[in-house]
């Protein structure tokens, strides 16, 4: 399982990117792909999956600013995310996952196989 991210950059608050997650080396539709986000010094944050069927999942922390969607044909997973805010500054991973909870509004799933991430930086 190989999965790669992409898309990052520096944008001003209020601004919009558009991640994306390219897969390799396994059958994509068999998979389950979320994203989280990693700060140095700040515990890994769940940020959104989308099971092999289409549900999607998302903290409350970007409920309603970013969209998670895959397009099996590509084998691609993009996150849209708008809206930003200083605190959405972190290294983005795009990562398989079998078991995703929802606690609390945070979101927890169990990530593996995660590659390169991307950095997003969002600044004035």
């Known amino acids: 399982v190989q999965l790669q991210a992409s898309g990052g950059g520096l944008v001003q608050p209020g601004g919009s990117l558009r991640l994306s997650c390219a897969a390799s080396?396994?059958?994509?539709?068999?998979?389950?792909i979320g994203w989280f986000r990693q700060t140095p010094g700040k515990e890994r944050e769940g940020v959104s999956c989308i099971s092999t069927k289409g549900d999607t999942y998302y903290a409350d922390s970007v409920k309603g600013r970013f969209t998670i969607s895959r397009d099996n044909a590509k084998n691609t997973v993009y996150l849209q995310m708008s809206s930003l805010k200083p605190e959405d500054t972190a290294v983005y991973y795009c990562?398989?996952?079998?078991?995703?909870?929802?606690?609390?509004?945070?979101?927890?799933?169990?990530?593996?196989?995660w590659g390169q991430g991307t950095q997003v930086t969002v600044s004035s």
């Open positions: 080396g396994f059958t994509f539709d068999d998979y389950a």
């Open positions: 990562a398989s996952y079998t078991v995703v909870t929802m606690l609390l509004g945070t979101l927890r799933a169990d990530f593996a196989s």
